[in-house]
């Protein structure tokens, strides 16, 4: 049986693992936090950034899947050794490498965003992460790795409840019937990634060959407002829709100065305030999957924050 092992247990690591032990894999979970183990996985609590405890743990692997991140605030800090201990696993395992991406690499750019768009971002962030796929690809490119970047915009769905425009801050508001407040313009076109389809494009990305060597956007429904997307939520939970409003900007930047995410936030404050939309009809040319319907999304969405708000 191959062995599967997955960097890092948030919403993309927990849903990849279980998809993975679902489909029969041996799966092994390696993250900083002891705990249980999901039924049908191995959990090794361990820091990724320790090359030669990963290089151990991942000994015999199939395929990693990095779907680690630091926190917000220690990205400069903690990003470059993670994916170095991360790239040097790759290469004494042999396991292919599937990195797990965002749209921070593009910048703004006007219209949508395609794998072919230019990694063009000017903030700290953005520059980082580009130069983490940069990395691999080089990697890659003198075949000591092989390695995959799959790119997702803002996920939501089961499973999430921090990040993003679609989780606690939003759907439990939707369920009591109370307004939504959106980061920036609540008008503004934006692309957003199911979960689901999130773990299925970098476990299929493992398998295919032909995807190693480049980057490729998760399958993700067509654009829609955060207001849009609000009262979708709402029309699956039979609810009536709520009121959804902006956070104007003197108040994003007065807001800023009292907490740390809201800091972190102003270098990508772009992607609330202008439409922000992600072309991934790449990956499904090549492969033929498409995005989880729009419907199915938002209803198993509504249904998981349903169970989780009564068990709380």
Not at 200 to 210: D, Q, S
Not at 225 to 246: F, T
Not at 252 to 271: C, D, N, T, V, W
């Amino acid at each position: 049986m191959d062995l599967h092992v997955v960097i890092g247990h948030g919403p993309a690591g927990a849903a990849t693992a279980r998809l993975l032990a679902e489909r029969g894999n041996a799966v092994r979970v390696i993250t900083r936090s002891p705990g249980r183990a999901a039924p049908g996985t191995e959990r090794v609590a361990l820091d990724a950034a320790d090359a030669p405890r990963l290089t151990e743990a991942v000994r015999g692997a199939t395929a990693i899947y990095q779907c680690a991140a630091p926190p917000y605030h220690r990205w400069a800090a903690d990003w470059p050794p993670l994916a170095v201990s991360v790239g040097a696993a790759a290469e004494a395992s042999g396991a292919v490498l599937v990195m797990l991406g965002n749209l921070y690499g593009y910048g703004p750019v006007d219209g949508a965003m395609a794998e072919t768009s230019p990694l063009a971002a000017a903030g700290p962030k953005g520059r980082l992460r580009a130069g983490l796929w940069e990395q691999a690809r080089s990697l890659h490119e003198q075949g000591r790795i092989r390695a995959v970047e799959i790119r997702a915009s803002d996920f939501f769905g089961p499973g999430v409840l921090d990040g993003g425009h679609l989780s606690a801050r939003v759907v439990p508001n939707i369920l009591r019937g109370k307004p939504v407040l959106a980061l920036g313009d609540p008008d503004a076109p934006h692309s957003w990634t199911y979960l689901d389809d999130v773990a299925r494009t970098l476990v299929e990305a493992a398998a295919e060959e032909r995807a190693w060597g480049r980057a490729w956007h998760v399958p993700t429904a067509p654009p829609l407002s955060v207001r849009e997307m609000a009262d979708g939520l709402a029309g699956q939970a039979g609810v009536a829709p709520v009121r959804v409003r902006g956070l104007p900007a003197g108040v994003f930047g007065a807001l800023s100065l009292f907490s740390p995410l809201m800091r972190e936030l102003r270098e990508i404050r772009y992607q609330f305030d202008r439409p922000f939309i992600m072309d991934s009809t790449a990956w499904t040319t090549a492969f033929g999957t498409t995005a989880t319907p729009l419907e199915e999304q938002l209803r198993a969405t509504v249904d998981w924050w349903r169970q989780r708000l009564v068990g709380g």
